[in-house]
T-cell receptor, first 113, second 111 residues
Framework: RKEVEQDPGPFNVPEGATVAFNCTYS??????FFWYRQDCRKEPKLLMS???SGNEDGRFTAQLNRASQYISLLIRDSKLSDSATYLC??????????????FGQGTILTVHP | SQTIHQWPATLVQPVGSPLSLECTVE??????LYWYRQAAGRGLQLLFY??????ISSEVPQNLSASRPQDRQFILSSKKLLLSDSGFYLC??????????FGSGTQLSVL
């Protein structure tokens, strides 16, 4: 089983749609969780952290389910500019290195007019 | 504010040639520094990380090495490049080992 696993997609949605991505992680001792966004041929950028109680940032909502070991990202009212690859990131998934963040393969989102 | 610089942006090298990619961070001291590689269609793979000058940890056996000669400088090197070394190389820093902030990346093509 991969340490961090995501559905690679692609997800193709119209503007205004709501779309959700899930991510599972294998190490139950993982400490912190993030979603990053990566545009084509660019560096990943932190989108939001994921807190145990769930958190929201504008149109974006992140949730963590420790019992089932998955993280989700919900995007409401999709914009064309949301088209990107969304990376699920887990800290401590490998359980061996200080500050080791493990990245999922990413989920590709395309928002069309 | 903190900034991270990585260069060059693009590099084309023949097989067997040496490699040196440099990364520097400004506006902070004693950052954790990282080198990642992203092969086409694949996720980010951690290559090296450093928690201080001269302290390098390697995550996977490979044809590459890293050095940290100064607090805010991180260098990725190879003596002889292989075709399989092609990819998108990303330097990153973190104040705490949690959130990562990436440089703009180097697209390396080994021919």
């Amino acid at each position: 089983r991969k340490e961090v696993e995501q559905d690679p997609g692609p997800f193709n949605v119209p503007e205004g749609a709501t779309v959700a991505f899930n991510c599972t992680y294998s190490n139950s001792a993982s400490q912190s969780f993030f979603w990053y966004r990566q545009d084509c041929r660019k560096e990943p950028k932190l989108l939001m952290s994921v807190y145990s109680s769930g958190n929201e940032d504008g149109r974006f909502t992140a949730q963590l389910n420790r019992a089932s070991q998955y993280i989700s990202l919900l995007i409401r009212d999709s914009k064309l500019s949301d088209s990107a690859t969304y990376l699920c990131v887990v800290n401590g998934a490998g359980g061996t290195s200080y500050g080791k963040l493990t990245f999922g393969q990413g989920t590709i989102l395309t928002v069309h007019p | 504010s903190q900034t991270i610089h990585q260069w060059p942006a693009t590099l084309v090298q023949p097989v067997g040639s040496p490699l040196s990619l440099e990364c520097t961070v400004e506006g902070t001291s004693n950052p954790n520094l990282y080198w990642y590689r992203q092969a086409a269609g694949r996720g980010l793979q951690l290559l090296f990380y450093s928690v201080g000058i001269g302290q390098i940890s390697s995550e996977v056996p490979q044809n590459l090495s890293a050095s940290r000669p100064q607090d805010r400088q991180f260098i990725l090197s190879s003596k002889k490049l292989l075709l399989s070394d092609s990819g998108f190389y990303l330097c990153a820093w973190s104040p705490t080992g949690e959130k990562l902030f990436f440089g703009s990346g180097t697209q390396l093509s080994v021919l």
